[in-house]
């Protein structure tokens, strides 16, 4: 049986910290920051990676659902962090996706 609250809770977590990582990876490249801003990034990143192993389904499950998490994250992200509103469109898409890491990974089996 999954603990549901545990286990969004680490997709979530998890999200955050590919999506940080990511973001300075990016700010590394595009922005020209430091070195140390990509690095750091990797290792959010690597981080990233350890946190889905805690989650207790096989990988692709978990992954395909983490997918749909970090579609949400992404555009919060952007709303938060980039100051870039979403539109009415990557709403629904993120709560079609939304629905999806329900279908995928609540379902029961």
Do not use: C
Not at 11 to 24: C, R, T, V
Not at 48 to 77: D, M
């Amino acid at each position: 049986m999954i603990d549901t609250k545990v286990s969004i809770s680490l997709f979530f977590l998890a999200s955050l910290f590919e999506i940080g990582g990511g973001y300075l990876i990016w700010l590394w490249l595009r922005e020209n920051k430091r070195l140390v801003v990509g690095l750091l990034g990797g290792l959010l990143l690597s981080i990233y990676g350890i946190i889905s192993t805690l989650q207790p389904a096989h990988f692709g499950r978990v992954h395909a659902a983490h997918g749909g998490i970090f579609i949400v994250l992404s555009i919060l992200w952007g709303a938060f962090v980039e100051k870039e509103n979403p539109d009415r469109y990557e709403m629904i898409g993120a709560l079609i996706a939304l629905i999806g890491v329900f279908v995928i990974f609540y379902t029961p089996r």
